[in-house]
């Protein structure tokens, strides 16, 4: 059974940094692309950064291109969204995706897992 867990979020104020984890059980990391996507209240899940199975290539939504860094780490199951510069337009339930091919993807419907979210709240 896979399971996708994230931690990491909580309440922090704009220009302020938050590191979002997501760690993965099962065959998770076995070979696939991960991703970390995001929902805002009255919106649809977008997506944010996807990296790779090598941890090699990655892309970044243009909103958050030059504040958040995605990487991973495979022999601990584990991945990260590094975010900084933070603005209240950020707030959403942040969610990590798993898919069982090892390129990265900014499509939803190309991720077969995910986790259940973890809340990030940008106060101005």
């Known amino acids: 059974q896979v399971q996708l867990v994230e931690s990491g979020g909580g309440l922090v104020q704009a220009g302020g940094s938050l590191r979002l984890s997501c760690t993965g059980s099962g065959r998770t990391f076995s070979s696939g692309a991960m991703a970390w996507f995001r929902q805002a209240p009255g919106k649809e899940r977008e997506s944010v950064a996807s990296?790779?199975?090598?941890?090699?290539?990655?892309i970044y939504v243009d909103s958050v291109k030059g504040r958040v860094v995605i990487s991973r780490d495979n022999p601990k199951d584990t991945m990260y969204l590094e975010m900084n510069s933070l603005k209240p337009a950020d707030t959403a339930i942040y969610y990590c995706?798993?898919?069982?091919?090892?390129?990265?993807?900014?499509?939803?419907?190309?991720?077969?897992?995910w986790g259940q979210g973890t809340q990030v709240t940008v106060s101005s």
């Open positions: 990296i790779d199975w090598f941890g090699r290539s990655t």
């Open positions: 995706a798993a898919r069982r091919a090892p390129g990265a993807s900014l499509d939803k419907k190309d991720y077969d897992y």
